[in-house]
């Protein structure tokens, strides 16, 4: 068998469920072990059998010094398994959203600044963080120094937040905005919250095309055997 874990829930855990289905065949066991703890756990208790691979959608930033460790400690597992356990390469699900092409013309959001800053911050990411030195826009690094617990993946999970307040394109319930995934895009709340006209409308269509983005094609290219 072929396993995928996660530590995300709720709409994080429908997107790798969503991939699965649409991408995929559903030839994995797509299954959420809550937390990175979770992960790591669940690694370190794991029995391997001759015929099962195992991926890894750890969320890794290099700027949080509790993540770096059980990074650590799962590279010192996954390099012992012979290849049957495979770490995807990935910030965090919230990150392959804010950095699809598509997000702010499909979410019709009027958020001038925070279009502004989504570009510096994407532009700036790399490596696993973002790299302050490369921003010298000054509303983006005001927006940055307001987080008192400063990461990578806050800031990501924050700025997803600004282009998804839609509730038909949220990505932080206990499933997907439903306009991620079924033939919609309408809201019941149109006069507080602006939704986009995505040129396809298919809900499978919508979701293949942000699976087929270059940020979740850089994660999941080593799920394709």
Not at 46 to 57: F, G, Q, S
Not at 102 to 118: H, S
Request: overall charge negative; hydrophobic content about 40%.
């Amino acid at each position: 068998m072929r396993y995928l874990w996660t530590e995300d829930t709720g709409a994080g855990l429908h997107f790798w469920k969503l991939v699965n289905q649409l991408f995929l065949n559903n030839e994995l066991v797509v299954e959420s072990k809550g937390s990175n703890q979770g992960l790591l756990d669940a690694v370190l208790d794991l029995a391997i059998t001759n015929d099962d691979e195992y991926y890894v959608a750890f969320d890794y930033v290099v700027d949080n010094q509790d993540v770096r460790n059980k990074y650590r400690m799962l590279k010192s597992i996954t390099g012992k398994s012979e290849g049957k356990i495979v770490i995807l390469d990935m910030i965090c699900f919230e990150y392959l959203v804010l950095a699809f092409d598509k997000l702010v013309e499909w979410t019709g959001t009027g958020k001038t600044d925070k279009i502004k800053i989504r570009e510096e911050v994407l532009a700036a990411a790399e490596n696993h963080r973002i790299d302050l030195s490369k921003i010298d826009d000054e509303k983006t690094l005001q927006y940055i120094a307001g987080f008192k617990r400063y990461s990578t993946e806050r800031v990501m999970k924050s700025l997803v937040g600004e282009f998804t307040q839609n509730e038909k394109w949220s990505v932080k319930g206990a499933l997907m905005g439903e306009c991620w995934y079924k033939d919609c895009c309408m809201s019941e709340h149109t006069d507080s919250l602006r939704c986009g006209q995505p040129e396809v409308k298919g809900g499978d269509e919508k979701m293949i095309m942000l699976i087929q983005s270059e940020k979740v094609q850089d994660v999941i290219g080593k799920l394709i055997h």
